[in-house]
């Protein structure tokens, strides 16, 4: 999508999607839920924001599995880095996607599973 045919109410929606993400942090599945609610509410009304949902919950989704992918090998110690590590993608991947849905261009994360098309 580009950013003459996205209105700023839909860009403003996009970058809550996104945002919405950081509810992991104090909620559990937060990351997931926050980002659900949204995309429910809006889905029918914008195809831009459809797309930023969809795209952001594949990837918290993956995450959540990547997540507890490395819960068991943190009894191998090396899980540890790797939760670090996921911990870092989200937060940097989450801001830049919150910036690229204000500029009206829908983002694609990185390592994501597409479970919803």
């Known amino acids: 999508m ?9 860009r403003d929606m996009g970058i809550l999607v996104h945002v919405a993400s950081f509810a992991g ?9 926050g980002p659900l609610i949204v995309y429910l509410m809006k889905r029918d009304e914008s195809e ?35 939760m670090g590590l996921l911990a870092l993608l989200n937060l940097i991947v989450t801001v830049i996607a919150a910036i690229k849905a204000s500029e009206g261009t829908v983002y694609h994360y990185p390592l994501a599973i597409r479970f919803l098309k």
Do not use: D, R
């Open 48 to 82: 831009f924001v459809a797309a930023c949902g969809k795209n952001c919950l594949n990837f918290q989704i993956s995450l959540a599995i990547y997540f507890i992918i490395s819960i068991v090998l943190a009894f191998v110690l090396v899980g540890f880095l790797v």
């Open 2 to 10: 580009e950013l003459n045919t996205v209105t700023k109410e839909e």
């Open 25 to 33: 942090y104090v909620i559990p599945f937060g990351n997931i839920l």
